[in-house]
């Protein structure tokens, strides 16, 4: 039997079974290797210029230290290119928002002014960071930079017991924790897929970005760009510590080397970026004008609307109720009751914390979020709520993915339960030590 | 290729490693004492920036030594990298121009020169070396010795 009959047996009895694609790639590699010591001859080295390129990006010490730059480069480009468009489409909202107010019925003016325009309105003007980021990740996807960067990653996961492949679900997470979730099917053996899937909610979601950029652009607007990529480093540093408590505690050690196939770099195309980024970021349009757009008028309803009907101060409001039971909890990281409850609603889709925060500003006062936010919130606290975002309860989709991926409720918990006291931490710890360096 | 063409390369990429390498260090400094300069703002990340691409140079130059080929691939990266931080500095540029010219509050005191940073007036440098290293583009040998 020839080594090309023996290779297409094996995939024939593996095709339809995704678990055995490692034992396949193995064998693959085993037969190329035979075929090669029968058929090549050593010459001249030949170099490709992925070649070329791999020699630097795969290196041993520089590797992650050009991730790093790669990924900073891509959020700096995410805040600061989309900056201005944000003001653009801020000032349209506001513009319209001054034009319904003057509807002569006020329950409806304020629904429109202050539920629905401050509220998907306010969500709509975060589309350019979000399209932004996407098209700096089909850009990274396309010139085939992305699967490297498992690559490099891949020695540090394996020191702390990991599998490299973890990172390739763990990337996906930067777009959609749901996505992320769903991809730990692709990592080799039970343990290491549960902990991937355990820990892939704490990588930053597009979902998160808009706060990050409100908050940051509002309390250090100086470095705003390298505050958010600071957050989704922490994000990869968390899914990475927590990874290995898991594997140290909850699993048995099982680790294997990482195979891939690296594709060839590649110019990325214009249009195959845009077309990918607008894929991806329709979805985003989408959740805005249904669910996000059904959340506003709920949330509109609960901050107009108290036990003595409409038109009350928000004090007195239902959400202020819900809010200020709960807000005590809070209160050592400095998170008032509006935090608190749009908190909450961040449960149903984290883009809802700041459409939440927009609205309940909004019929609170006049005053824009921004100065809201100045007056009512330190910088430090600012900090402990982005990394309290990031790090908290997964939304409701992305909880639904982690039961259907395990087939239990038990795993469903723990992620859920985990990610609270992590992020409570977390955020408390930020407060401590904002309180030592900044007082 | 001849040695000297070699030499003067090695010697090239040792420059405008050192030199990525100093200013980051003179950035990482000036933000420590908080003492702005124009043309070097107080960005301890971009600096970290600066310290990478000249990391990826100079660790070229030990390859060179070795193979003069393999080093190029370093100069390479680190011209790409250099591109990127400059690219990335001129959309920021371009977007605070848009903002300027469109009169928004938050831009009614933008000056160009804010923006300018050392990934800005360093690029020259890099394309200078790059341009330089073309001629040991170990791809381009090939394509020639093989037609």
Request: glycine fraction near 8%.
């Amino acid at each position: 039997m020839t080594s090309y009959e023996q290779s297409t047996e094996l995939e024939e009895d593996f095709i339809d079974d995704s678990d055995n694609q490692i034992i396949l790639a193995d064998e693959r590699y085993r037969i190329i290797g035979d075929i090669l010591c029968e058929a090549y001859e050593p010459g001249k080295e030949k170099w490709t210029l992925s070649d070329m390129l791999d020699k630097v990006f795969l290196h041993k010490y520089l590797g992650i230290p050009i991730f790093l730059v790669i990924m900073w480069a891509m959020f700096h480009f995410t805040f600061q290119a989309s900056v201005v468009f944000m003001v653009i489409i801020q000032n349209s909202f506001n513009w319209l928002g001054d034009l319904v107010s003057q509807i002569p019925i006020p329950w409806l003016a304020s629904l429109l002014s202050n539920g629905i325009i401050a509220g998907v309105g306010f969500i709509l003007s975060f589309v350019p960071p979000v399209f932004f980021l996407y098209l700096a990740i089909s850009i990274l996807e396309d010139t085939g930079y992305l699967s490297r960067a498992a690559f490099v990653m891949d020695r540090m996961m394996v020191k702390m017991g990991l599998h490299g492949r973890s990172f390739i679900p763990l990337l996906l997470g930067f777009g959609c924790s749901v996505a992320a979730v769903m991809a730990a099917r692709t990592v080799e053996g039970r343990a290491n897929r549960y902990t991937t899937i355990l820990v892939s909610p704490l990588m930053s979601c597009a979902g998160r970005l808009p706060l990050y950029v409100l908050i940051a652009g509002i309390f250090f607007p100086t470095i705003a760009g390298t505050i958010v990529f600071l957050m989704y480093i922490l994000g990869i540093v968390m899914a990475i510590i927590m990874a290995s408590i898991f594997k140290k505690t909850l699993f048995e050690e099982e680790t294997s080397p990482l195979l891939m196939e690296l594709s060839m770099y590649q110019v990325p195309t214009l249009h195959g970026a845009v077309h990918h980024m607008w894929e991806r970021g329709v979805l985003f349009l989408r959740q805005a004008g249904t669910y996000l757009l059904a959340g506003s008028i709920v949330i509109w309803v609960l901050s107009s609307f108290g036990p003595n009907g409409f038109g009350v101060p928000i004090q007195e409001s239902f959400v202020s109720i819900v809010g200020q039971f709960v807000q005590p909890l809070f209160a050592p990281l400095g998170f008032d009751w509006r935090i608190v409850v749009a908190l909450i609603f961040g449960f149903m889709a984290k883009e809802a914390v700041v459409q939440s925060l927009a609205i309940i500003y909004s019929v609170q006062s006049e005053t824009a979020i921004a100065a809201s936010l100045l007056a009512n919130i330190s910088p430090v606290t600012a900090l402990a709520l982005m990394v309290f975002v990031l790090l908290y309860v997964p939304c409701i989709a992305t909880i639904g993915a982690i039961r259907s991926e395990t087939d239990s409720w038990k795993w469903t918990a723990l992620t859920i339960s985990y990610q609270m006291v992590l992020a409570y931490l977390m955020a408390g710890l930020v407060v401590f030590l904002g309180g030592i360096f900044v007082g | 290729m001849d040695n000297g063409n070699g030499y003067r390369l090695t010697l090239l990429t040792a420059i405008i490693g050192l030199l990525y390498i100093v200013v980051g260090t003179i950035q990482e400094i000036l933000f420590v004492i908080q003492y702005p300069v124009f043309g070097i703002p107080l960005d301890p990340i971009q600096a970290l920036l600066l310290l990478v691409v000249g990391a990826v140079y100079l660790t070229g130059i030990n390859h060179m030594r070795i193979k003069l080929e393999e080093g190029y691939a370093f100069v390479l990266v680190g011209s790409i990298l250099a591109g990127l931080i400059f690219i990335l500095q001129i959309i920021v540029i371009g977007t605070n121009a848009l903002g300027w010219f469109l009169q928004l509050e938050d831009w009614s005191g933008w000056t160009i020169w804010q923006d300018i940073t050392p990934s800005i007036w360093l690029f020259p440098f890099a394309m200078v070396l790059l341009i330089y290293a073309k001629t040991f583009d170990p791809l381009k040998t090939r394509h020639k010795e093989e037609t």
